[in-house]
């Protein structure tokens, strides 16, 4: 069946430090990827999308990118803050069930 | 537009007892989700439905859970007899259609003692 991996965490950087979290994923056909973030006792928001092969997500200075030839689509911010520090959930619709989920990467920020 | 609202946020019950989860979707979605999140864990589908129809429960445990939307009012997810291990967040997601994207609630944080 479909399925996401992404990095295990917790992840801790400094402020301003360079972000990368790994994501793979299996799936029958062309799934829609995603990327979600749960802060501290939230629920999950949308963070950002791509929908097709080459297709670049991004939102809040966040970025992904559809590479269908690595199954991967790996987020990545160029300076985080410590406003960043929450869950990150990859997940993928493959349009035969619901979003399939990865187990989330904890990401803390140190100013 | 409110979002996904579900209540109660927090719900506390003892082992046996029943817990009644609701999930008022946003305006204008028929489509409603179940989730279960268990600590350190990521989310595990649990049930998709629609208006009076559940589509899809593959991931909803064979005993004791059971999950209704019915034509009026919320969708409500319960759970006969808890027991620990129940114990979780337990998150709402609602849609337009299924390819479309699924807007989350708050969730339910369920402890059972």
């Known amino acids: 069946g479909d399925s996401v991996t992404q990095m295990e965490g917790p992840v801790t950087l400094s402020e301003e430090a360079f972000l990368t979290i790994n994501c793979t994923y299996t799936?029958?056909?062309?799934?829609?990827l995603f990327w979600y973030v749960q802060y501290p006792g939230e629920g999950l928001q949308l963070l950002l999308k791509?929908?097709?092969?080459?297709d670049k997500g991004s939102n809040k200075g966040f970025e992904a990118t559809y590479r269908k030839e690595t199954t991967s689509f790996h987020l990545e911010k160029g300076s985080v803050q410590v406003s960043d520090s929450a869950v990150y959930f990859c997940?993928?619709?493959?349009?035969?069930?619901?979003?399939?989920f990865g187990k989330g990467t904890r990401l803390s920020v140190i100013a | 537009n409110a979002g996904v609202m579900q209540n109660p946020r927090h719900l506390v019950r003892r082992r046996g007892q029943e817990a009644r989860l609701r999930c008022s979707p946003m305006?204008?979605?028929?489509?409603v989700y179940w989730y279960r999140q268990l600590p350190e864990e990521g989310l595990k589908f649990m049930v998709y439905?629609?208006?009076?129809?559940?589509?899809?429960e593959s991931g909803m445990p064979k005993e004791r859970f059971s999950a209704e939307f019915p034509k009026e009012g919320p969708s409500i997810l319960r759970i006969q007899q808890v027991v620990r291990g129940d114990s979780a967040a337990y998150f709402c997601?609602?849609?337009?259609?299924?390819?479309?994207?699924?807007?989350f609630g708050q969730g339910t944080r369920l402890t059972v003692v």
């Open positions: 997601a609602s849609s337009t259609d299924p390819n479309t994207e699924a807007f």
């Open positions: 799936a029958t056909g062309y799934p829609s």
């Open positions: 791509a929908t097709k092969a080459d």
């Open positions: 997940a993928l619709f493959s349009g035969n069930t619901p979003l399939v």
């Open positions: 305006k204008g979605h028929s489509h």
């Open positions: 439905l629609q208006k009076e129809n559940i589509i899809d």
